[in-house]
């Protein structure tokens, strides 16, 4: 069982940035791959960044591309994502998430496990 735990959301300005980490405990997170979703007020559960397990392949969608960098440091059991040049739309709940497999996972339904979110809120 791995349990996954986010910090770092907070309010900041449009154009700011904030780093969020994701620490795991349980279980080493090397042996997955991992990702970070969001979901905004009536809106799906989203894939904004993935990465695989040892961090050579990632995934970004197309709103986040340029500005977000995902990343993990196996050793210290974290992942991390750096979000620059944020904007009023980048404003949900962001959710750290992970999965026992070899390819990265781009959906919710398809994870393991998750963290309980930690809110983003980017004012205009």
């Known amino acids: 069982q791995v349990q996954l735990a986010e910090s770092g959301g907070g309010l900041v300005q449009g154009g700011g940035s904030l780093r969020l980490s994701c620490a795991a405990s349980g279980r080493p997170l090397s042996t997955g791959v991992m990702g970070w979703f969001r979901q905004a007020p009536g809106k799906e559960r989203e894939c904004v960044a993935a990465?695989?397990?040892?961090?050579?392949?990632?995934y970004y969608a197309d709103s986040v591309k340029g500005r977000f960098t995902i990343s993990r440091d196996n050793a210290k059991n974290t992942m991390y994502l750096q979000m620059n040049s944020l904007r009023p739309e980048d404003t949900a709940v962001y959710y750290c998430?992970?999965?026992?497999?070899?390819?990265?996972?781009?959906?919710?339904?398809?994870?393991?496990?998750w963290g309980k979110g930690t809110l983003v809120t980017v004012s205009s």
């Open positions: 990465i695989n397990r040892s961090g050579s392949s990632t």
């Open positions: 998430a992970g999965a026992q497999a070899l390819v990265l996972r781009t959906s919710a339904a398809s994870m393991d496990y």
